[in-house]
């Protein structure tokens, strides 16, 4: 099972396509491992430098919407690749969320009023997260304080998590 835990990258925007993720001009490239230095190069947002901001973050918080576009693993790729292997956002586009699942990662969905308080509260500091998978939790922590939030996913997609993917949990059912 992968790691999820870490600092979190903010992006206060929804509809985040997975061309914004991966742009297609790179998916060409013949190794997972070649994606990585590409990821959300494309992305305009205000006070986003793709060069700087996406190292030392493993955790992604966002608006609604996040992985609409075309539906390809590549974008799941490029965030694994860079050592993200949680995105937690509103809503997700059905496609990339499976994809997340597939690759053993974590799309959690939360509602927009959580969501909201999440910005409020943590986007202007310092803040980290952690993922219980088998209570289903989320916990935040900045300026030493910690604040739980509840989630849920179906059993399967715990259970292909769990496994490190669908290709794992395959060779271990079938």
């Known amino acids: 099972m992968k790691n999820f835990k870490g600092k979190v990258l903010f992006l206060d ?15 060409t490239e013949v190794t997972k491992e070649a994606l990585k230095p590409f990821l959300l190069e494309d ?6 430098n793709q060069k700087s901001d996406i190292v030392e973050n493993s955790v992604i918080i966002t ?13 799941p790729w490029a965030l694994e690749m860079n050592d993200i292997n949680v995105v937690i956002a509103e809503g997700f586009a059905r496609i990339f969320r499976q994809n997340m699942y597939n690759c053993g990662m974590l799309a959690i969905s939360l509602k927009k009023n959580v969501i909201d308080q999440i910005f ?13 998978l088998t209570k289903s939790i989320i916990s935040i922590e900045a300026d030493g304080k910690t604040e739980e939030i509840p989630f849920s996913i179906s059993e399967f997609d715990k259970d292909l998590v769990k496994a490190g993917g669908w290709l794992n949990f395959a060779d271990e059912k079938y």
Do not use: Q
Request: aromatic letters at 8%.
């Open 13 to 27: 925007r929804s509809d985040i396509n997975t061309d914004e993720i991966i742009p297609a001009r790179y998916l």
């Open 43 to 48: 992305l305009e947002l205000d006070g986003f």
């Open 63 to 75: 608006r609604d919407n996040f992985g609409c576009g075309s539906s390809r693993e590549h974008a």
């Open 120 to 132: 409020e509260k943590y986007s202007t500091k310092t803040t980290t997260v952690s993922v219980d």
